[in-house]
């Protein structure tokens, strides 16, 4: 079945550790997408990529890299800089232009030991 | 993009139409609105879309104003498992080199039995 497939589903970082978040699609998508969630707020955009090798920050990318090697995947590394990493991290692609109608994956709950 | 607001939460009953409302007073001629719902813990789900005719799909209908200055989502018959978060979002479709998708808060629809 065609999808987006995040993974782990849930992730335990220590104080000073990079992780990264796996994100991979099988539906051709050219755009892909990383958002953050806190409970009980709506979603932040973290980057976005339109194509592969090419990306953009969101409105909070401090702390926080990716890269777009191959159009199906599109990692996320929560850096040590971060210093409030603990939230619900969610993967999204869109088969246009940036904008179009989303499909997001089933998200990665980070927390902090 | 243009700025939407709505209810923090709404109730419903099982059954029901649940019509979740949305002002945006700002929107652009070229602006489309979309609608997406996050079940707890999973990513959103896209559910309709519409520039200034009222649309219908499988899961809902979406009535704009004429002015085009607020809209409606309505789900004609609720069910326990359409308990959710609603998000309303405007911005223009199709336009590649814009910013991605904006989430505000949305609406926490609870259907009660």
Redesign the interface.
Known sequence: DGG?TQSPKYLFRKEGQNVTLSCEQNLNHD?M?W?RQDP??????IY?S?IVNDFQK?DIAEGYSVSREKKESFPLTVTSAQKNPTA?Y?C?SSE????????????T?LSVL | DAKTTQPPSMDCAEGRAANLPCNHSTISGNEYVYWYRQIHSQGPQYIIHGLKNNETNEMASLIITEDRKSSTLILPHATLRDTAVYYCIVRVAMNSGNTPLVFGKGTRLSVIA
């Open positions: 987006i755009a997408y958002y009980g707020q709506g979603l932040r955009l976005y339109q969101g619900f969610l999204a246009t232009g940036v904008g179009e109608k989303l499909f997001f994956g089933s998200g709950q």
